[in-house]
């Protein structure tokens, strides 16, 4: 079966059904079940659902088909650039403390300055001029820092 069953949430995320065939009842009869009382639903191709997982949080409803809201997106990358760069972060501080150990004060402000752009990259405009989700998934935290 290729069909889903969509409708959106109050907070305009959405929900996607996959009807198991095997439980004997038609699509409609599925919706009808499952849909909130009230919610409209649509019943459409899968081909319309985005096959990437990565901006889920960010799909939307719109007419017949799934779309991505890309400030949705963007906020999503920005996530996953601040999740990345903790683990650069963290390995900065051994390096700054063993710098700080040994006195090397050229390699301090080296660090300083790394973990400045590090800190900075969620800001980064590239991800703002990202138009596409495939353009916003293909950065990553080194083309930010």
């Known amino acids: ?51 990437d997982r990565i901006f889920r949080g960010a799909w939307e409803k719109q007419a017949n088909t799934v779309n991505v809201n890309m400030p949705k997106a963007r906020d999503i990358k920005r996530n996953m650039i601040r999740a990345e ?16 150990e040994n006195g090397n004060v050229g390699e301090q402000n080296r660090i300083k300055a790394e973990k400045q752009r590090h800190r900075d990259a969620p800001a980064n405009p590239k991800i703002e001029q990202s138009v596409t989700p495939d353009a916003l998934k293909a950065l990553t935290l080194a083309d930010l820092i």
Do not use: H, W
């Open 1 to 51: 079966m290729n069909e889903r069953i969509i409708y959106s949430t109050a907070d305009n995320g959405i929900v996607i059904l996959i009807p198991a065939p095997e439980c004997g009842l038609t699509i409609q009869e599925m919706a009808a079940k499952d849909v909130p009382a009230g919610t409209a639903f649509e019943i459409v191709d899968v081909s319309v659902i985005p096959s």
């Open 85 to 100: 760069r903790a683990i650069e972060l963290a390995r900065l501080d051994v390096e700054f403390m063993r710098a700080l």
